[in-house]
């Protein structure tokens, strides 16, 4: 009995920590392997209703300033490295206007720096964003991090058919092995997780 006593002081503490480890690795991969469902059984019936958080494209998308078209914001959410780019302007006054085809309750949005390590260094990013929506009332601002390794999460927990991001101020471009900064602002992706 005392052995019984010892062994599960043991493994109770062992089961723990790798329960702890096991939801860390989901929380940071929850970003590439959404699969969270919320069920809620109706009170009249015994149906139960499923809605999944799902990765929601925009309709359409409107910049203030691009480059030319094949630095378009439609670039932002084409699942491939390609990136939106301001016509030279450094990020200064850059707004991002992200339009659905329905009201979409949107969760959170990830952000994406250019990945290549050249380009990331050379161009503008976004530093401080203002995010609002049609929602009243609803407004974020979010200070991004320079790097370019990962996403970057951004609740937004609002209703609406419109998503507005402003760029406030930038991470200026970097000179690398004597190429000169670019003058332009770039976002590689933004993808936007909601229901609806």
């Known amino acids: ?5 010892y062994k599960r002081q043991i493994i109770i503490p062992l089961i723990a920590a790798a329960s702890y480890y096991y939801n860390q690795n989901i929380a940071e991969e929850i970003v590439e392997e959404i699969q969270v469902v919320e069920q809620a059984t109706t009170t009249s019936t015994s149906t139960t209703l499923q809605t999944l958080l799902q990765l929601q494209y925009p309709f359409s ?4 300033s ?3 078209e094949g630095w378009s914001c439609e670039k932002i959410y084409d699942d491939e490295p390609s990136s939106w780019q301001d016509n030279s302007l450094e990020c200064a006054d850059a707004t991002l206007e ?25 161009n503008h990013k976004p530093r401080d964003l203002l995010i609002t929506s049609e929602e009243e009332g609803f407004v974020i601002e979010y200070e991004l991090e320079n ?13 609406s058919s419109v998503i507005t991001i402003q760029i ?21 992706e933004i993808t936007f997780y909601g229901r609806g």
Do not use: H, M
Not at 98 to 122: A, G, H, M, P, V
């Open 147 to 159: 790097q370019n390794n990962s996403s970057q999460w951004i609740d937004l927990n609002t209703t």
């Open 168 to 188: 406030l101020s930038a991470f200026p471009g970097e000179e690398v092995n004597g190429a000169e900064p670019f003058p332009e602002c770039a976002i590689q």
């Open 98 to 122: 992200f339009t659905f085809s329905k009201d979409i309750y949107f969760q959170f949005l990830t952000y994406e720096n250019i990945e290549d390590s050249k380009s990331f260094t050379r």
């Open 61 to 64: 998308c409107s910049a203030s």
């Open 1 to 5: 009995a005392a052995s019984d006593v």
């Open 66 to 68: 691009s480059l030319g």
